[in-house]
């Protein structure tokens, strides 16, 4: 069970693609990090909140058949590392689509999707999914 403060915390980078960018050498972090293991001492202070581009290609994928009991009702599932149009790798599932049509090279867009509720607490997660492009 996790805390509605840690679910909050995550936020900026699970529902809008957040990242952060060292102003010093202009590599993009996804997620966000508040620290430039590049430039070490010289970036410190050079972090800033970035915004992730939301369009991209599929640079590589799997298709899922044996997965963690959370995943169960899903498999199989695709899950892939896309490039955003801005060059940021990052992992997600592809929904919404064919599995024998996913291709590398794909267009494709990130979404906001619920991904679990959490007992009690009733917490609701949220998080990015990735849809083809039409």
Request: glycine share 8%; net charge positive.
């Amino acid at each position: 069970m996790s805390s509605v403060a840690r679910e909050w915390r995550e936020i900026p980078g699970r529902y809008n693609l957040k990242g952060t960018k060292c102003t010093n050498c202009g590599t993009v972090y996804f997620p966000s990090r508040h620290f430039c293991p590049k430039c070490r001492r010289a970036g410190i202070g050079k972090i800033e909140e970035y915004a992730v581009c939301r369009t991209g290609k599929v640079y590589t994928y799997s298709i899922v058949h044996e997965a963690p009991d959370c995943n169960d009702m899903q498999k199989p599932y695709a899950v892939a590392m896309v490039r955003t149009d801005d060059g940021v790798m990052i992992s997600a599932q592809l929904v919404d689509v064919d599995l024998d049509k996913i291709e590398i090279g794909m267009s494709v867009r990130a979404v906001l999707r619920k991904l679990s509720t959490d007992g009690e607490a009733g917490i609701i997660r949220y998080g990015y999914k990735f849809v083809p492009m039409d």
